[in-house]
């Protein structure tokens, strides 16, 4: 079963620059979920969606970041402007969803971000 | 909201054993998860854990009490490669969809 992919690994760009994540969940999770780890903390949810509404962006600094999850498949962040502390690693993770189960989520690589 | 607590850092010797604790405050409680994140890698799912006891898995295990708001994560016979952070999380239903909140994570040294 292939795990949760994202892409790019890596991105370095200027303050005020935009810059995009992918994210492409494991087969048949409906559970999507973007969270900024910044180095030394734990991975912090900035928006969780089922198939392709969003259930929770309260986290979100929506003036920069924006999120979508076309289809109830793939999803894209983007921040833009980008500021010197968004530097942080950005996970994507998936999981089933459902009522009473474990459901433990599967994350991706996780991209990290450099802002200069 | 929620509210998790963990140690930040540990250090513990190699074929010891070591608890890590977490407690958290939380009005809708409906699950706590252990993961293991090696430093530069995403984290990996550990244990679950719904109802109050123990729950053993190998060299890990996880015990959980829902009314003191309490779980441990307990690593046997301890390797290098158990050197990570251990995230705690807790798992709410209140706001009438599944919510995941983090802990910060406590990081384990394991010394030869």
């Known amino acids: 079963e292939a795990g949760v992919a994202q892409s790019p690994r890596y991105k370095i760009i200027e303050k005020r620059q935009s810059v995009a994540f992918w994210c492409n969940p494991i087969s048949g999770h409906a559970t999507l979920y973007w969270y900024q780890q910044i180095l030394g903390q734990g991975p912090k949810l900035l928006i969780q969606f089922q198939n392709n509404g969003v259930v929770d962006d309260s986290q979100l600094p929506k003036d920069r970041f924006s999120a979508e999850r076309l289809k109830g498949v793939d999803s894209t962040l983007k921040i833009q402007p980008a500021k010197l502390e968004d530097s942080a690693v950005y996970l994507c993770?998936?999981?089933?969803?459902?009522?009473?189960?474990?459901?433990?989520?599967?994350f991706g690589p996780g991209t990290r971000l450099t802002v200069t | 909201g929620q509210n998790i607590d963990q140690p930040t850092e540990m250090t513990a010797t190699e074929g010891a054993i070591v608890q890590i604790n977490c407690t958290y405050q939380t009005s809708g409680f409906n699950g706590l998860f252990w993961y293991q994140q090696h430093a530069g890698e995403a984290p990996t799912f550990l244990s679950y854990n719904v109802l109050d006891g123990l729950e053993e898995k190998g060299r890990f295990s996880s015990f959980l009490s829902r009314s003191k708001g309490y779980s441990y994560l307990l690593l046997k016979e301890l390797q290098m490669k158990d050197s990570a952070s251990y995230l705690c999380?807790?798992?709410?239903?209140?706001?009438?969809?599944?919510?995941?909140?983090f802990g910060t994570g406590t990081k384990l040294q394991v010394i030869p």
């Open positions: 999380a807790v798992r709410d239903r209140s706001g009438g969809y599944q919510k995941v909140t």
């Open positions: 993770a998936s999981s089933l969803a459902g009522g009473s189960g474990v459901y433990e989520q599967y």
